[in-house]
């Protein structure tokens, strides 16, 4: 009788294992079939997007360059065509809802398809909402991008350019002048004021049709920033940077009232040295814009990045360098076609400003042109603006940098000595300074997109003066926040620049120490070090926008974004 049972037992068990293992092949099966299914779902969706999206990219970048060079009427008419057709085609509710479902199904694995299909969902979900609304946000944008083209700021009755006032705020010792200039320039704020209002209302509409609170919260959760780590990573740089920042700043005000001639309760924001206080006015015992004087900068960023091994003439070659009426007075860099048409805007003069400014430019535009061609064409671009800012900022600063000055710009032994001090206590300075002005443009914008109404005028220079302890003009109804083209043109996008900086912090320390052997990244702009240039291409550029920003920064370092870098350069 045992026997029999054992016996009975064990059949039932082979039994119940086949079947168990018939059940999962079967489940297998299932899974496999679905997992075709779905991706097969997925190329179709990318191929009939890609078909309509490419070629309408194409003219909308061109034209957008075309309008920037130019300032003309036709060109921007062009440039809002190519946007609304664009927006058009992000509108498509039906096709949106098959990404979004083939998306929330998980039956797609690959983890490249899957990127790409966040790419895509990123593209549709701001132009679900009111397709009138949003035309009219681009109307305002293209028509307000025009307006800070051709503004002109008045001196004395004359009209200058933006570089002429930055001249005027860098080197006047007349208070009167400085004011003028400054007002002059602050002026565009009143044009651009209403539209700005309008525009915020507009955003603020969609945002809430499309489940937000507001616009900002929107812009991060499509950029994938966890709001509260944001505010707390915000909240912890204004808590490292206050008091260093303020020790410095009474340092400023000091050289900066005498140079005026007033009091230190007198200074204004005209007296220091730039537009919004966003960089360091000039401290240094060294002129350091006369080591730039009767240099080609194009040349010296020509011969830099080539000693990287990432040669840039044919950025050059195709890029629009010096200013000219009708043509934007900033720099940007941009990637036409995904392919390697990479053109950078600037309007070069003989400074350290514009040094910079080149460097970081062409930054951005190696970052463009070393992204991994082999890869799907909606991931050829950066990881975030996070990434390829900081890329760019820690180019940029390299001008300021020993080993840059002495082997790129080639000061001699003497030259250097006094130029190095200079531009390395000009560089702590500039980052702190920089610090304390974004957290204005951060609290600023979250702050007016949760509470549109408000004084914006009051609120700008309240916070000006809590985080930059700047003593307001003495009309505070002047709408200077309305004077920031980012403001209303590249919405909720300052922080990239913050957060970039916390990004270059922490590569330009692990290159140095990690691929160089070199422990104090202050010592080595990586000139001449091909090492460097291979660990840019492959851990930092080459993989565009395989993976989001705080994956990147931990393939590139090891470690998910932290301010200790920056801290530890910096701050410390």
């Known amino acids: 009788m045992t026997c029999q049972s054992t016996t009975v037992l064990a059949l039932g068990a082979a039994l119940a294992l086949c079947t168990s293992a018939s059940v999962m092949a079967n489940d297998v099966s299932d899974d496999q079939a679905n997992a075709r299914k779905s991706h097969e779902e997925f190329v179709a969706l990318r191929d009939a997007y890609l078909a309509k999206y490419k070629p309408l990219a194409l003219t909308s970048a061109n034209a957008w360059w075309d309008a920037s060079i130019s300032g003309n009427d036709e060109d921007f008419a062009k440039k809002k065509s190519a946007d609304n057709n664009l927006l058009d085609l992000h509108s498509d509710h039906e096709f949106f809802k098959k990404i979004d479902v083939l998306r929330q199904s998980g039956g797609l694995h690959d983890p490249i398809s899957k990127r790409q299909l966040d790419v895509m969902y990123f593209h549709f979900l701001p132009a679900q909402a009111n397709k009138d609304l949003q035309k009219k946000i681009l109307d305002i944008e293209n028509r ?64 809430k049709e499309l489940g937000f609170d507001n616009f900002y919260d929107l812009k991060l959760a499509i950029q994938e920033i966890d709001k509260q780590a944001f505010v707390e990573l915000f909240d912890e740089l204004d808590n490292l940077t206050r008091e260093p920042f303020a020790k410095i700043k009474s340092e400023i005000d000091e050289r900066m009232a005498k140079k005026f001639g007033v009091s230190k309760d007198d200074l204004r924001p ?64 941009t990637h036409i076609d995904r392919e390697g048409d990479v053109r950078v805007l600037c309007n ?190 492959k851990r930092v550029f080459g993989p565009g926008n395989l993976m989001s920003w705080n994956e990147l920064t931990k393939f590139a370092t090891g470690e998910y974004l932290s301010a200790k870098y920056f801290a530890k350069r910096f701050v410390n």
């Open 144 to 207: 307000v991008e025009q307006v800070f083209n051709t503004h002109r700021s008045e001196v004395r009755g004359k009209n200058i350019t933006e570089n002429d006032v930055r001249k005027i705020l860098k080197d006047s010792k007349d208070s009167e002048e400085a004011m003028q200039a400054w007002m002059g320039y602050t002026s565009v704020g009143k044009k651009i004021a209403p539209d700005l209002k309008a525009a915020v209302g507009y955003r603020n509409q969609i945002a």
């Open 270 to 333: 005209w007296h220091f040295g730039d537009l919004f206080f966003q960089e360091a006015p000039g401290m240094e015992s060294v002129n350091l814009d006369d080591i730039f004087a009767d240099i080609d900068m194009i040349d010296l960023t020509k011969k830099y990045y080539a000693s990287l091994d990432m040669p840039c003439e044919d950025i050059i070659e195709r890029s629009d360098l010096y200013e000219r009426e009708g043509k934007s007075p900033h720099a940007f860099c």
């Open 348 to 537: 070069l003069k003989p400074n350290m400003y514009w040094a910079d400014t080149l460097m970081h430019e062409v930054g951005h535009a190696v970052y463009d042109k070393y992204i991994d061609r082999e890869l799907p064409y909606l991931l050829r671009e950066p990881s975030h603006s996070i990434t390829t800012e900081g890329a760019a900022m820690m180019f940029g600063a390299l001008v300021k940098n020993e080993d840059w000055l002495k082997n790129v710009r080639g000061l001699s032994e003497d030259e250097a000595k006094k130029a190095v001090a200079a531009a390395q206590a000009s560089l702590r300075i500039e980052k702190l300074i920089f610090s304390r002005w974004t957290q204005v443009m951060v609290r600023f914008e979250m702050a007016m997109y949760a509470k549109p109404d408000q004084d914006l005028s009051k609120l700008w220079w309240d916070l000006k003066k809590k985080y930059q302890l700047m003593n307001p003009p003495d009309d505070m109804t002047l709408p200077g926040y309305a004077a920031k083209i980012h403001v209303l043109s590249v919405p909720v996008y300052y922080h990239s620049y913050m957060m970039g900086d916390l990004f270059a912090a922490q590569v330009h320390a692990y290159v140095a120490q990690k691929v160089l052997k070199i422990m104090n990244p202050d010592k080595t702009c990586f000139y001449n070090e091909p090492k460097a240039g291979a660990y840019f291409r």
